[in-house]
């Protein structure tokens, strides 16, 4: 089972970016699936989560709508979509599954938001 993040970049203040995070081994619609950010010289945060039922989960810090989840089944892939960029939003942003008793981490992808 792993899952592998890709989509990350440099953009300019402002501005969105989509994430992907390709799992397999597992069905990523069957378990609950949070994308986590780590700033450097901070501890990783979680940011959003979308679990089997396709609620869509809001950690302190990120309610303001700026970063939304989605999945496509048929992909077996779940999406961040980041918008209204700023530079606090620079970090790697890493993919996480909760399958069962287990939790799956990807590596991450590096987004760095920067003019």
């Known amino acids: 089972m792993q899952v592998v993040e890709s989509g990350g970049g440099l953009v300019q203040p402002g501005g969105s970016l989509r994430l992907s995070c390709a799992a397999s081994?597992?069905?990523?619609?069957?378990?609950?699936m949070q994308w986590f950010r780590q700033v450097p010289g901070n501890e990783r945060e979680p940011v959003v989560g979308l679990d089997s039922m396709n609620s869509m989960l809001h950690y302190k810090g990120f309610t303001g709508g700026r970063f939304t989840v989605s999945r496509d089944n048929a992909k077996n892939t779940v999406y961040l979509q980041m918008n209204s960029l700023t530079t606090e939003d620079t970090a790697v942003y890493y993919c996480?599954?909760?399958?069962?008793?287990?939790?799956?981490w990807g590596k991450g992808t590096r987004v760095a938001v920067s003019s």
């Open positions: 996480l599954a909760n399958i069962r008793s287990t939790v799956v």
């Open positions: 081994g597992f069905t990523a619609s069957d378990n609950l």
